[in-house]
């Protein structure tokens, strides 16, 4: 008789918000559209795509881009369906089972996900109340674990906060481990470690395309590390891993970059709005709800009674992201946050 595993036996299938809702600040997608004439740029190169080929194995037009938009050599890129897939050959190809892979709690889920999958042994640094980390501390674990991988997301998902550059920097000259910094959120912040992998021997940073540049539906990410990190993800990724379509609308999108930067100021205008009616909020109601800073594209905060609080957004159509004692709101256009702080002072 066939049994499953122990690795895989209790794992089941990742369910995002299932129905249909009107409103949906779950995912941290981005709210802006692409205006026409970029739509009519995708659909001529879509016209313009050979089907009955295999995609080109070296991405080179869609890095060449990706080096465009970022500043950053094409040579360092390696291209990834999501960054969600370069996590996952990061930690089945760059960890041997039981090694230590060291990430935080809260942050993303999917780093320890990956890191089980591969049979590594998952250490988390605990946050302090606040979520501010302390480097040092971290360093220490990182060290007292003898740990191979650290993986974090800068700024955080779900917590919305920081690490300044020269922290990161602290931490990744003072571990062994290989860092895998995951800065799909950097774009709405400024202190990215992109432009300088190439002075660490330990360094891979991941970008996305699904948050600040609008593309979710692509799948679409990429790795940035020095050449010999480069090569080592190169020979371990599966050649034809993006598709000629998502190649050909990433060339698009990422060619766009005065558009990108008007999608961005929106949405942080958007943001700061949101921040500011929710701390007038807490203001009103200082025992039901706490707010954490944010330099990313949603609000994270503490709510009292925060499933019943979930569930009545829900009935009314809009749709945010329950963890515990806390919800994460993605910033929607103007119209959906006023809808939504209406809705949750409603509720509160
Ligand atoms: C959304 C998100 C990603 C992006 O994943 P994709 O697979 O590229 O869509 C990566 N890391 C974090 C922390 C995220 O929140």
Redesign the pocket.
């Known amino acids: 008789m066939y049994q499953l595993n122990e690795k895989i036996r209790e794992l089941v299938p990742y369910q995002p918000i299932a129905g249909e809702y009107s409103i949906r600040l779950d ?2 997608e981005s709210f802006c559209m692409l205006p026409q004439e970029i739509e009519e740029k995708l659909l001529q190169a879509c016209r313009q795509i050979a089907w009955n080929r295999y995609p080109d194995a070296s991405c080179r037009e869609l890095c060449q881009a990706f080096g465009d938009f970022y500043g950053v050599d094409p040579s360092l890129v390696t291209p ?8 996952s050959i990061l930690c089945n190809a760059f960890l041997m089972p039981g090694e230590v892979l060291m990430t935080a709690e809260p ?2 889920s ?1 780093y320890r996900f990956y890191g089980s999958i591969a049979g590594a042994e998952i250490r988390c640094y605990p946050k302090p109340e606040g979520f501010a980390i302390s480097v040092e501390d971290w360093i220490r674990q990182i060290q007292k674990e003898k740990a191979r991988m650290v993986i974090f ?1 800068n700024p ?3 917590t919305g906060r920081g690490l300044s550059r020269e922290d990161v920097r602290k931490l990744v000259r003072s571990v062994d481990a290989l860092v895998v910094l ?1 800065e ?2 950097m774009d709405f912040w400024d202190q990215s470690l992109l432009q300088e992998v190439c002075q660490y021997d330990n360094l891979i940073v ?1 970008k ?4 600040a540049l609008g593309m ?1 539906s692509l ?3 990429f790795a940035v590390a020095n050449p010999i990190l480069t090569r080592a993800l190169w020979a371990v990724k599966s050649p034809y891993n993006i598709n000629s379509f998502t190649q050909a609308m990433g060339y698009v999108i990422l060619r766009e970059k005065q558009w990108a930067e008007k999608a961005r100021k929106e949405i942080l205008d958007a943001r700061d709005g949101m921040v500011e009616a929710l701390a007038e909020i807490e203001a009103r109601f200082p025992e039901k709800l706490h707010c954490y800073p944010s330099c990313t594209n949603f609000v994270f905060m503490r709510v009292q009674e925060s499933k019943r609080v979930f569930d009545n957004l829900l009935k009314k159509g809009i749709a945010v992201r329950h963890m515990g004692e806390y919800l994460r709101i993605t910033v929607g256009t103007p119209a959906e946050n006023k809808e939504f702080l209406q809705a949750f002072q409603d509720v509160l």
């Open positions: 995912a941290n990834g369906d999501g960054s969600d897939e370069l996590l942050d993303f999917m997301s955080c998902n779900p995951d799909a959120y991941l996305t395309c699904s948050k979710a799948r679409l990410g």
